[in-house]
């Protein structure tokens, strides 16, 4: 099951899990999109469900669904979320309460449905998508970060919960790629054409995205960085956490003077 899988990376890689011979559930927020998603898809036995991964009512109906077709799942994506941006004196309570609620305890939520029955198996596998911004400590992205930080930490914590019971557990971090996650925006309307300028300019595209993804999740890797850019960036921050928090503000005030130019301030 995969969700988000209305577009994006989540449609991504629902059509290379159909490829590879197993079913596919695409659970959307937009019913149309999980629907397209799901007739596009190679071989048979695919669903499409419309559900808001921030409501728990929409999500234990999903599961019922699930458990009711197929008795269960042996790989859970969660995928959906939802983008930010902003600094903390920027953000809203509101903000902040929807990010965490779409973005971290949705992850909850699929987790706490679905690992019961994969416990109950003895395998599985659950992939959460994360993003760079979780690891990176940028500035200006703040909800967002702190978000996706938390799917980190959740799934490290996840990681070694299941160590003995047969489930892998991966993380997606992802930098900027072009796709359609800025239909979502809260926050700061600056740092949304900042963030699209910077999708613009991505060296990755969305395939090459999910390709590394699902090569690396089929490997069994934990922490996936499937853009160009970022193994070389986390490694940098691993090991010379000092140089990496000098040339991160260094880029951010450079690209925050570009930002000034192109609004004319």
Not at 62 to 73: M, Q
Not at 78 to 83: F, K, L, P
Not at 96 to 122: E, H, K, T, Y
Not at 176 to 192: A, I, V, Y
């Amino acid at each position: 099951m995969i969700t988000g899988a209305g577009s994006g990376l989540g449609q991504a890689l629902a059509h290379r899990y159909a490829r590879a011979g197993d079913r596919v559930a695409c659970v959307d927020i937009d019913a149309a999109r999980a629907e397209l998603t799901r007739a596009s898809l190679a071989g048979e036995g695919h669903l499409a469900m419309s559900a808001n991964v921030g409501s728990d009512d929409a999500m234990e109906q999903v599961h019922e669904r699930i458990a009711s077709e197929w008795g269960g799942l042996d790989v859970l994506v969660n995928n959906a979320g939802i983008a930010t941006g902003g600094a903390m004196v920027d953000t809203t309570m509101a903000e902040w309460q929807n990010v965490l609620d779409v973005n971290v305890l949705s992850v909850v939520r699929g987790c706490r449905l679905f690992l019961p029955g994969m416990i109950a198996a003895g395998s599985g596998q659950v992939i959460n998508t994360a993003s760079f911004a979780g690891l990176a400590g940028a500035p200006s992205i703040m909800s967002y970060g702190v978000s996706k930080a938390a799917v980190v930490a959740l799934s490290e914590q996840l990681r070694a919960e299941l160590q003995d019971k047969g489930i892998r557990v991966s993380v997606l971090c992802p930098a900027f790629f072009r796709t359609n996650l800025l239909e979502s925006w809260q926050g700061d309307p600056r740092l949304k054409s900042f963030a699209s300028k910077m999708m613009d300019i991505s060296p990755d595209t969305l395939d090459g995205v999910a390709d590394r993804s699902f090569a690396a999740v089929e490997r069994g890797e934990f922490l996936v960085l499937p853009t160009a850019r970022e193994p070389m960036r986390w490694r940098l921050k691993r090991w010379l956490p000092e140089t990496y928090f000098k040339q991160l503000l260094k880029l951010a005030k450079a690209k925050a003077r570009a930002n000034a130019m192109d609004n004319g301030t």
